[in-house]
């Protein structure tokens, strides 16, 4: 069992999916949890769940007065970090192709998945250092940092960035003992990707052959590497991603039929694709 008691931790995007299930599973194993939630409703749900193991803070992760006002409460109260969560992210816009994009919806496309990281990662620094060895930051990313992501293309692009600079950080930092990781899931049943509204009924029971290990993820599969990441088991792990997918980016495009052949061709003629038909 990992055992974060004593352990500060900071959750940006706290209040619901992947970063509710985070910053309750730290709490769970005894870490003194801080969550950032710019949602009020969401942050006072997550305070009474949380209740004497946690902290919750209304604030913006991307707004550098909200991230210097969080850090001066965790100085005062804690006098460190060792763990800092960077899981705020979103697509923003719906499907749309890259011309038709406004410089609004870029700039918040953005802030939501690549600027919070640098704000709230160059703020919580000093903290980390005072952690005095064995700190961390994850980067909650995306699959989509790894594969196109057609009509997301700027989406697509700021995750993979993602990756470019948690492993040049990773650099940076390890000298001071600083782990720097990612985490990229790919879909994940949660408040900003409600799969029972998304997925026709006709079509759910198609789930099961679409990732190879059967399903979609939930926030508590994405929690589970963050705390692994964290933890004392990943002491010499850094500049790294995890995959938490299920499989898919290692599928490639592959998924299982209606006869649970495997296949990269939807349908041929109107019919599955045969494996001779899906080969060379």
Partial sequence: MIDFTGKVVLVTGGGAGIGRATATAFADLGA????????????QELRTGLGDKGLVITGDATAAADVSALADVIGSRYGRLDALVNNVGHFVTRPTPFERLTEEQIDDIYRLNLKHIFVVSRVMLPLLRAAAGGASITNVSSIEGFR??????????????????????????????IRVNAVAPETTDSAQVPLDRMIHPSQRHNIPRWIPLGRFGTPQDIAGCVLFLASPLAAWVSGTVVHADGGALAAAGWYRDDRGVWTNMPVINGNSATPAETSG
């Fill in 148 to 177: 196109g992501i057609p009509q997301f293309a700027v989406y697509g692009a700021f995750k993979a960035a993602v990756t470019g600079f948690t492993m040049s950080l990773a650099l940076e930092l390890g000298p001071e003992g």
């Fill in 32 to 43: 003194s949890v801080v969550a950032l939630e710019v949602d009020p409703a969401r942050s």
